[in-house]
């Protein structure tokens, strides 16, 4: 019972459709189709007896699959050669401002800037709509997590008349 060492199992178990790869390969100039032999276990037989007949086959083989495994971690190293060339001349591309930072970075702003106007730095700068409510959640969050925001200069009230 002879054995491929890609499988390490007996041809008796293998596929039909494995069994008729490898008889083609071993005779490429009769090429099988799955008619060609009524049963698996017959092609297996007539596999096994070409094994055991022509030694020179299995030699020729082995030549191919050294060849074949040689050339495929050829082709990995210089696969990996040219992804680590690519890699290295892309340039880290700078990361925008978000919203976020710009106005976290505002609301820490020791000059204390009412949320008005950090809500109008924001929109001009990134060009966004974003609103005193949404100023005020982003200092709320800071507070909740432990960052001591300054407090913020009243905008002075107009006098009412009366």
Known sequence: MKTDNKANKPLEEWSMKDLLDFYNRLVPDK?????TFATRGKL???????????PEIIAQM???EEWYQAEQAK???QHIEQCLEVIEDVPPTPKKPTVRDIAERLIL???????????DMVNTEIECNITVGCVSWYAN??????????????????????
């Open 75 to 77: 082709a990995t190293e």
């Open 62 to 64: 082995a030549a191919e």
């Open 141 to 162: 969050k800071l507070r909740k997590a432990g960052v001591d925001v300054p407090a913020r200069i009243k905008s002075a009230k107009p006098l009412s008349e009366g």
């Open 31 to 35: 090429p099988a189709t799955p008619k």
């Open 44 to 54: 297996a037989d007539r596999v096994n007896h070409i094994l055991a007949t022509s």
């Open 109 to 119: 702003d020791p000059a204390g800037f009412p949320y008005k106007v950090i809500v």
